[in-house]
């Protein structure tokens, strides 16, 4: 396949993604219809066959001859014909069972306090595997929730519809989902003794240095060591001075 045929095959898959069924690939438009690079990048990577592109390959896109497809404004990139993008709707009947992925820090949190939207929506979605696809784009071992729809709305929730695949909602309160059971916490490790260290063996005809001599003993011992080496010489000066003055008396 030629270059020019790859670069205006990857501008139809990114407006279908952007401009027409962005549900499909967990991607959720913000009310101008722009969606975050990093997060259209993790949803290519899904997909069988493009996940080889990277933010180049993109960019070539829009520079491509003519009208380009799409446009990008710092980190966020939007379909120029958003036509036939829907918005989301509070719909009148939900499915029973949708599906949210939370982070596995914040799970223990948010079994007891809930989960409410900090400025964005909640993202859910209408079965496991796509739960599953969103969760691992923010942890890679996501717990995946279990929400029941007529209770999220009974306990103050409001739930959105967007395409056939995403469910937004602004929080999912206490009683309104079910998860896995926490893991039980791990035993205290134990502590590990330190092994004692043994005495050094002295080997035969090496010498080891006392450090623990006191250095006025070594001076005394210096000292106390001469004093005998040349006591033989006083010995000898005292006979000598006896025969000049005679013998001793005995």
Same mark, same amino acid.
């Given at each position: 396949?030629?270059?020019? %045929? &790859? $670069?205006?095959?990857l501008?139809?898959?990114? $407006?279908?993604?952007?401009? !027409?069924q962005p549900?499909? =690939?967990?991607?959720? #438009? ?7 690079? @990093?997060?259209?990048? @993790?949803s290519l990577?899904?997909?069988?066959? +493009?996940r080889?592109?990277?933010?180049n390959h &993109? ?7 003519g ?10 990139? !939007?379909?120029?014909?958003r036509t036939?993008?829907?918005? /989301? ?5 939900l #499915? ?6 939370v !982070? %596995? ?6 079994l007891? @306090? ?16 796509m ?6 784009? &923010? ?11 007529e209770? *999220?709305?009974?306990n103050? *929730?409001?739930? +959105?519809? =967007?395409?056939?695949?995403? =469910? ?14 926490l893991?039980?916490?791990? /035993?205290? *490790?134990? %502590?590990?003794?330190?092994? @004692? ?15 623990t001599?006191?250095?006025t003993r070594?001076? %005394? ?10 006591? +033989?010489?006083?010995?000898?000066? !005292?006979i ?11």
């Amino acid at each position: 396949m030629k270059h020019r %045929q &790859i $670069v205006d095959k990857l501008s139809k898959l990114l $407006v279908y993604m952007l401009g !027409r069924q962005p549900d499909e =690939f967990g991607l959720l #438009p913000d009310e101008n219809g722009y969606v975050k690079i @990093k997060d259209l990048m @993790k949803s290519l990577g899904e997909e069988p066959g +493009w996940r080889h592109v990277r933010l180049n390959h &993109i960019r070539e896109v829009t520079y491509s001859a003519g009208s380009p497809a799409v446009e990008i404004e710092n980190n966020l990139i !939007r379909a120029k014909d958003r036509t036939c993008l829907f918005l /989301p709707e509070i719909p009148e009947t939900l #499915p029973n069972l949708i599906y949210s992925a939370v !982070r %596995q820090r914040a799970y223990p949190v948010l079994l007891e @306090k809930g989960l409410t939207a900090a400025g964005n929506r909640i993202v859910l979605a209408g079965d496991v595997a796509m739960a599953k696809r969103l969760g691992r784009r &923010i942890d890679p071992s996501p717990v995946i929730l279990t929400v029941n729809s007529e209770n *999220a709305r009974k306990n103050g *929730a409001t739930v +959105w519809r =967007f395409g056939n695949h995403l =469910f937004l909602a602004d929080c999912l309160p206490l009683g309104s989902f079910s998860g896995p059971p926490l893991p039980k916490n791990r /035993p205290d *490790a134990k %502590q590990v003794e330190m092994p @004692k260290l043994q005495p050094a063996q002295k080997t035969p005809g090496s010498y080891y240095l006392d450090l623990t001599m006191d250095s006025t003993r070594k001076d %005394q011992s210096k000292k106390s060591s001469r004093h005998r080496k040349n006591e +033989w010489k006083r010995d000898r000066a !005292r006979i000598s001075r006896s025969k000049v003055n005679g013998w001793p008396e005995r």
